[in-house]
């Protein structure tokens, strides 16, 4: 085959894997390979798809399969690394990163990738150094500098952040991860520069879905902030259809989770769960997304005792494991549980959050998510605490619209889809409430924001802690905050956002409508 024809090809395979065509790059670089069997650039293909899908098991094997013909690899490293950090065994990705960075100290990849895993291990300060060091290697590389502004972000150092996202887009215009990632920590006036830059840049007509939501998104936002809500709306409205787009989410999954959980559960008796007083204390806080789930873990993890360790996503990693067939959650798995199972589970979460925080007594997991597990994480962790968060309806419904979100929240993004998630949320919670009643507290948002010394004792009582000033002043709290709502966490309390639904009522009347009815 001419050398120019086999470029030509590995080229289209590249464009194929950056549009996320995964599978076709599988196929047809397969294929490549009969002709060109030890090309370890293809191989590498081969594998970082099969990790884009999902499959870790194979792709593990392929990134192996290259270190098995040239041992100092150190792109196949620094994916094994990232297949791992994936995982979530970071102890693995460790090793891999360091055996990349030992072969080669200035491989900028693995530097960046290093310094992230870091960031998931909420280790700030080695992963500053560690991205500040794939900048001094590369100052032209983007996604350092991207992530070193969301580690900025997330600690609450607004102006590094915004400095390091503007060097992201002077660098690589079209990069609109950081026009979103700017439009949420700016206080948008009608002339704002970056308004203009971002209208200007949505003519382009080679861009993608993706692109075209965060601009979307992030001028619904900038036109919010002054008021233009006919043209913010038809912003969001807009992120949204092309969000919808490109991710892949049926709602017929989730609801045959639910379905399946009520089956299950309905007919459960918790109190023959046995408690062991030997366990660690996790507050789980729960709710739909939106609900005032980071200002609660904001206030309790001011408390001296507590460790906040944000929004994980471990837990439903350890249910998907050990509990799903096929990509359905397995109710005969959840009746033959033994014992020893059991704690095995429990002892590997425990296991986990430990890492962030080894002598804390006692931590908080606040992915809203995990209102979806609260019956199996009161099987496994039957001494944790409940937290559940609660926010008029319209409101909450309103703010999972118009936001852009990174993970599991591909519901918010369709009327439809997000009324019945809301529908299913409200069900299985009921059932929750009506199994383990006063092992759930229930907290409303906007008696925080108008009653919060009062409300934040009851929310401490309920954890079994004594009231400490500093939950009353937790917007002081410098601990990072990983979230869409990171910047209004920390502020002190204010009721903007309460019925701030009112501006956007008549272009969501038929949603609105729907939860009237369904109450």
């Given at each position: 085959?001419?050398k120019n024809?086999?470029?030509?090809k590995?080229?289209?395979?590249?464009?194929?894997f950056?549009t996320g065509?995964?599978?076709f790059v599988?196929?047809?670089?397969e294929?490549l390979?009969?002709k060109?069997?030890?090309?370890?650039?293809?191989?590498?293909l081969?594998?970082?798809?099969?990790?884009?899908?999902?499959?870790?098991?194979?792709a593990?094997k392929t990134f192996?399969?290259i270190?098995?013909?040239?041992?100092k690899?150190?792109?196949?490293?620094n994916?094994l690394g990232?297949?791992?950090?994936n995982m979530?065994?970071f102890?693995?990705?460790?090793?891999?990163?360091?055996?990349?960075?030992?072969?080669n100290?200035?491989?900028?990849?693995?530097?960046?990738?290093y310094g992230n895993?870091f960031?998931?291990?909420n280790?700030?300060e080695?992963a500053?150094?560690n991205l500040k060091?794939?900048i001094?290697?590369?100052?032209?590389s983007v996604q350092?500098y991207?992530?070193?502004?969301i580690v900025y972000?997330s600690i609450?150092?607004?102006?590094?952040?915004l400095?390091n996202?503007?060097?992201?887009?002077?660098?690589?215009?079209?990069f609109?991860?950081a026009?979103?990632?700017?439009?949420?920590?700016?206080?948008?006036?009608k002339?704002?520069?970056?308004i203009?830059q971002?209208e200007?840049k949505?003519?382009?007509q080679?861009?993608?879905?993706?692109?075209k939501?965060?601009l979307h998104?992030?001028?619904g936002?900038a036109y919010e902030?002054f008021?233009?809500?006919?043209t913010?709306?038809?912003?969001?409205?807009?992120?949204?259809?092309?969000?919808k787009?490109f991710?892949?989410y049926?709602?017929?999954?989730d609801?045959?989770t639910?379905?399946?959980?009520?089956?299950?559960?309905?007919?459960?008796n918790f109190q023959?769960n046995?408690k062991?007083?030997?366990?660690?204390k996790?507050i789980?806080?729960?709710g739909?997304?939106r609900?005032?789930?980071s200002l609660v873990?904001?206030?309790?993890?001011?408390?001296?005792?507590?460790?906040g360790c944000?929004?994980?996503?471990y837990?439903?990693?350890?249910?998907?494991e050990n509990?799903?067939t096929k990509?359905i959650?397995?109710?005969d798995?959840?009746?033959?549980l033994s014992?020893s199972k059991?704690?095995?589970?429990?002892k590997?979460?425990?296991?986990?959050?430990?890492?962030?925080?080894?002598?804390?007594l006692?931590?908080?997991?606040k992915a809203?998510l995990?209102?979806?597990?609260?019956?199996i994480i009161?099987?496994?962790?039957?001494?944790s605490k409940v937290?559940?968060c609660k926010?008029?309806?319209k409101?909450?419904i309103?703010s999972l619209y118009?936001?852009d979100?990174?993970g599991r929240?591909?519901?918010s993004?369709?009327?439809?889809d997000?009324?019945?998630?809301?529908?299913?949320y409200?069900?299985l919670?009921?059932?929750?409430?009506?199994?383990?009643?006063k092992e759930?507290?229930d907290?409303e948002?906007?008696?925080?924001?108008?009653n919060?010394?009062?409300?934040?004792q009851?929310?401490?009582?309920?954890?079994?802690?004594?009231?400490?000033q500093?939950?009353?002043?937790?917007?002081?709290?410098?601990?990072?905050?990983?979230?869409?709502?990171?910047?209004?966490?920390?502020?002190?309390?204010?009721?903007?956002?309460i019925?701030?639904y009112?501006?956007?009522?008549i272009?969501?009347?038929?949603?609105?409508?729907?939860?009237?009815?369904?109450?």
């Open positions: 085959m001419e024809k086999i470029k030509e590995i080229q289209i395979l590249i464009n194929h950056n065509n995964f599978r599988i196929k047809e670089t294929k390979l009969i060109l069997p030890d090309n370890i650039f293809l191989i590498n081969i594998g970082s798809s099969y990790q884009n899908l999902g499959d870790h098991k194979t593990i192996l399969h270190l098995n013909l040239d041992n690899n150190i792109a196949a490293y994916n990232n297949v791992f950090k979530k065994n102890e693995e990705a460790k090793i891999n990163y360091e055996k990349a960075l030992e072969i100290p200035n491989f900028v990849n693995a530097r960046t990738n895993l960031f998931e291990l280790n700030y080695a500053i150094t060091k794939a001094d290697i590369d100052n032209e350092p991207y992530n070193l502004g972000q609450g150092e607004t102006e590094k952040a400095q996202f503007e060097m992201v887009l002077k660098l690589a215009p079209y609109t991860n026009d979103k990632m700017i439009s949420r920590f700016t206080k948008y006036s002339n704002h520069h970056h203009k971002m200007d949505i003519k382009n080679k861009l993608n879905h993706s692109q939501s965060q998104f992030a001028l936002k902030d008021e233009e809500f006919d913010s709306f038809q912003n969001i409205k807009l992120g949204n259809y092309h969000k787009k991710i892949k049926d709602l017929s999954d609801l045959k639910f379905k399946e959980l009520k089956a299950f559960f309905s007919k459960y023959s046995s062991n007083s030997k366990d660690k996790i789980f806080i729960i739909l997304p609900s005032g789930t873990e904001q206030i309790i993890s001011s408390h001296s005792k507590i460790y944000g929004e994980l996503d837990m439903t990693k350890l249910i998907t509990f799903y990509n959650l397995d109710n798995k959840l009746k033959k014992l059991k704690d095995e589970i429990a590997n979460y425990i296991n986990h959050v430990e890492k962030f925080q080894p002598d804390s006692i931590y908080t997991d809203p995990n209102f979806i597990w609260v019956g009161k099987i496994l962790l039957p001494n937290i559940h926010r008029n309806s409101d909450n309103l118009k936001n979100f990174d929240l591909n519901f993004y369709d009327f439809d997000l009324f019945w998630f809301y529908k299913e409200r069900g919670m009921d059932l929750w409430k009506t199994k383990l009643n759930i507290y907290v948002y906007e008696n925080i924001i108008n919060p010394e009062a409300e934040i009851k929310l401490l009582k309920f954890c079994e802690l004594d009231f400490e500093n939950c009353l002043n937790f917007y002081k709290n410098k601990r990072p905050i990983k979230t869409v709502s990171s910047a209004q966490a920390r502020k002190p309390l204010y009721n903007k956002s019925n701030s009112k501006n956007f009522e272009y969501m009347k038929d949603i609105f409508q729907q939860i009237d009815n369904f109450k």
